[in-house]
């Protein structure tokens, strides 16, 4: 795990930690958002999922079904995956927005520094944006493991294709 430190520098690569919450959502990502040119529209045909997926073809995805669906049951594991993947993209969502804040007080910070006036204030702002910024990566992070997991259960273990998993996430709204 990489961690800001209060100081403005990271215990890793800057890069390496902006790279989570972009890894987070690519590694999960729906390929429709990735290739623009192929997208797949929920009443479309479910033949990739079908292939992984026995059943699929006659689950009924309104958000009704999927709520009150028992756990075990395709549709359970349907909204378990879903709402772990909402989840995920808020927690990425957050993550990022606590990055730029930290990014923006580490700015001022060293503004006043280059101008003679830091303040301790200022560094425990930026101290405090750090461990914020760190306490959302470690929800991305654990959304990201509970996604892992729903996505694995719905399938049983087994992998989906690029072309199963657009038709999933077009099939779930995502």
């Not at 009150?68 to 808020?90: D, I, M, T, W």
């Not at 730029?100 to 060293?110: N, Q």
């Not at 509970?146 to 996430?169: F, I, K, P, W, Y």
Request: charged share 15%.
């Amino acid at each position: 795990m990489k961690m800001l430190t209060g100081s403005g520098h990271f215990k890793a690569s800057i890069v390496a930690c902006q790279a989570f919450g972009i890894a987070a959502l690519l590694l999960l990502a729906s390929p429709s958002t990735a290739i623009a040119d192929s997208t797949v529209d929920a009443t479309s045909s479910r033949g990739y999922l079908a292939e992984t997926l026995v059943g699929i073809e006659m689950v009924q995805t309104s958000d009704a079904i999927l709520s009150s669906a028992p756990v075990g049951s395709l549709e359970g594991k349907l909204y378990a995956y879903q709402q772990a993947r909402l989840a995920l993209e808020s927690a990425v969502a957050a993550q990022n927005e606590a990055y730029a804040d930290y990014r923006s007080l580490l700015l001022v910070a060293k503004a006043h520094e280059t101008a003679g006036a830091a303040s301790d204030r200022h560094h425990f702002a930026v101290a405090e944006a750090a461990n914020t910024y760190n306490w959302f990566q470690q929800r991305a992070e654990e959304a990201q493991s509970v996604t892992q997991a729903a996505l694995l259960n719905l399938c049983d273990g087994r992998g989906l294709s690029d072309m199963a998993m657009r038709e999933l996430h077009a099939m779930l709204g995502l």
